[in-house]
């Protein structure tokens, strides 16, 4: 092979991972053009977040808004399948890692999917509104096709344990503060509020905005996309099973399954029965 060979199948090999992430040499650490050593002190958690995600480093309201809405989806209790799953993989040998992959697997549409689903909802009623249209009304035309498309469910609304979720409100009043000071726009803020009107209205009882629809609120309004919105949740629930999964093996049970051996589950099979008597194989 030639030395023109030879280089273009270096830079080639060099070429195959490109990332405008992170930048690492010998002794050099470098993110979205930050040095590692000027990050390290003096950048929070949440910023870190941001600017590997978006590639710069977000305001002070920004961070704190993204913060608060990451910190209730850390835990809702070893009921929940994911936490449930971390304690039940620790107590069947798994150590601390296969645990949280086990428990984060199941984060998927049905269980930890409800986040991205309403910001896609939000970003629908968006389009359908315009730049001034009324958000009531657009909400109300997109509740519509879903229903006629045969959705039963509108993400981010009601909840099977919290008739009303508390988690919502303290992250609402933080989102108004920030539209008043201009932080975020305050758009989907008001969406959010649209389709609550509007289920109000079509409902026989409330249907109020759980922690899913206050979270997709601050997500769209901090212009993060859906599939990213879900991510966010992984990360912040991934700190529920890991402090799960490490109570779970300091308890030192073994082999727990989802619930305890002296309550039976319901059998649905047949009635006990006889195997049919085989036939004599002896010759006559």
């Given at each position: 092979?030639?030395?023109?060979?030879?280089?273009?199948?270096?830079?080639?090999?060099?070429?195959w991972?490109?990332?405008?992430?992170?930048?690492?040499?010998?002794?050099?650490?470098?993110?979205?053009?930050?040095?590692?050593?000027?990050?390290?002190?003096?950048?929070?958690?949440?910023?870190?977040?941001?600017?590997?995600?978006?590639?710069?480093?977000?305001?002070?309201?920004?961070?704190?808004?993204?913060?608060?809405?990451?910190?209730?989806?850390?835990?809702?209790?070893?009921?929940?399948?994911?936490?449930?799953?971390?304690?039940?993989?620790?107590?069947?040998?798994?150590?601390?890692?296969?645990?949280?992959?086990?428990?984060?697997?199941?984060?998927?549409?049905?269980?930890?999917?409800?986040?991205?689903?309403?910001?896609?909802?939000?970003?629908e009623?968006?389009?359908?509104?315009g730049?001034?249209?009324?958000?009531?009304?657009?909400?109300?035309?997109?509740l519509?096709?879903?229903r006629?498309?045969?959705?039963?469910?509108?993400?981010?609304?009601?909840?099977?344990?919290?008739?009303?979720?508390?988690?919502?409100?303290?992250?609402?009043?933080?989102?108004?503060?920030?539209?008043?000071?201009?932080?975020?726009?305050?758009?989907?803020?008001?969406?959010g509020?649209?389709v609550?009107?509007?289920l109000?209205?079509?409902?026989?009882?409330?249907?109020?905005?759980?922690?899913?629809?206050?979270?997709?609120?601050?997500?769209?309004?901090?212009?993060?996309?859906?599939?990213?919105?879900?991510?966010?949740?992984?990360?912040?629930?991934?700190?529920?099973?890991?402090?799960?999964?490490?109570?779970?093996?300091?308890?030192?049970?073994?082999?727990?399954?989802?619930?305890?051996?002296?309550?039976?589950y319901?059998?649905?099979?047949?009635?006990?029965?006889?195997?049919?008597?085989?036939?004599?194989?002896?010759?006559r």
């Amino acid at each position: 092979m030639s030395e023109r060979d030879d280089a273009g199948l270096l830079r080639k090999a060099s070429e195959w991972w490109s990332t405008s992430i992170i930048d690492i040499h010998p002794g050099k650490i470098a993110i979205r053009g930050y040095p590692i050593e000027q990050l390290i002190g003096n950048v929070r958690f949440p910023d870190m977040i941001w600017l590997m995600l978006r590639g710069d480093l977000p305001t002070r309201m920004q961070s704190e808004l993204l913060e608060a809405a990451m910190v209730p989806g850390v835990d809702h209790g070893p009921h929940a399948p994911s936490i449930a799953i971390s304690r039940m993989a620790v107590s069947c040998g798994l150590p601390v890692n296969g645990a949280m992959a086990s428990a984060v697997n199941v984060l998927d549409d049905v269980h930890g999917g409800a986040g991205q689903q309403c910001m896609e909802m939000y970003l629908e009623i968006d389009a359908e509104a315009g730049a001034e249209g009324d958000l009531q009304r657009a909400a109300e035309a997109v509740l519509q096709r879903r229903r006629e498309a045969g959705t039963k469910i509108v993400p981010g609304f009601g909840h099977r344990f919290h008739p009303i979720d508390p988690r919502t409100e303290p992250l609402f009043a933080l989102v108004d503060r920030a539209v008043a000071a201009g932080a975020v726009s305050g758009r989907f803020a008001a969406i959010g509020r649209a389709v609550e009107t509007v289920l109000r209205n079509m409902k026989s009882r409330p249907i109020p905005m759980n922690i899913d629809g206050i979270t997709a609120v601050v997500f769209c309004e901090l212009g993060f996309a859906p599939e990213l919105g879900r991510g966010l949740f992984v990360l912040a629930r991934s700190v529920g099973i890991l402090a799960h999964a490490w109570e779970q093996k300091q308890q030192g049970a073994r082999i727990k399954g989802p619930m305890p051996k002296e309550i039976d589950y319901t059998y649905t099979g047949l009635a006990p029965r006889d195997l049919p008597a085989k036939p004599d194989p002896s010759p006559r």
